[in-house]
């Protein structure tokens, strides 16, 4: 799949939105909790996070999340992924929470179009790195992942079986209609996949 890429002067908003949203979260107490930010990214998308900023009330508690899921497509990947990734949202406090919904609520809509799959694999990027050595386990650059599929030469119409799938850049990768199965042991490595998968 051949993905748009940013743009300078968009790549530079959004470095400086996503530092930004690290920075409240680490301040907060957070300091394990980076994924949190791909997880904010993705109910935005998912159209989540909107109908938290409609309702009434402030958000206190994360439990106050569960309504707006109610009120989703009957999505089962969507809760899947938020409960492999929620369980770090407990230390967040309410003010935090608030002011993240409205952050992520107030990003441009274009970031949601043909650019959300270079969102996607930038917010990805830049939490490996954060990690440092630790993100060897779940990260694979994106241009080696696009020569080993050149080597394997997958047809359009083939299969792919990967069994330590990690962040899934092959299944993003493929292309035509070839059919993807990867696994991956780690429930928050997988949500963070699937969000890729589901950007792609």
Avoid at 74 to 92: P, S, Y
Avoid at 111 to 134: C, D, M, Q, S, W
């Amino acid at each position: 799949t051949q993905v748009q890429a940013l743009p300078p002067e968009i790549l530079r908003e959004v470095d400086h939105f996503f530092h930004l949203v690290f920075d409240k979260i680490f301040r907060a107490g957070g300091e394990r909790a980076d994924t949190l930010a791909a997880l904010f990214l993705f109910l935005k998308k998912e159209g989540v996070l909107k109908k938290l900023e409609d309702g009434r009330q402030p958000l206190t508690h994360i439990m106050q999340l569960s309504p707006a899921f109610n009120e989703a497509k009957g999505d089962d990947q969507v809760h899947e992924v938020f409960h492999a990734l929620a369980d770090k949202l407990d230390m967040l406090g309410g003010p935090l929470l608030n002011g993240l919904v409205h952050l992520f609520n107030n990003l441009p809509e274009t970031f949601f179009g043909e650019y959300y799959p270079a969102l996607v694999n930038r917010l990805l990027t830049i939490i490996a790195r954060g990690r440092g050595k630790f993100s060897a386990g779940f990260d694979q650059p994106l241009e080696l992942t696009e020569l080993m599929l050149a080597i394997a030469e997958v047809p359009k119409a083939g299969s792919v079986y990967n069994p330590y799938a990690g962040l899934a850049s092959i299944g993003a990768l493929l292309q035509g209609d070839a059919q993807y199965y990867g696994q991956e042991t780690n429930s928050e490595t997988w949500a963070l996949g699937m969000i890729r998968l589901r950007a792609y």
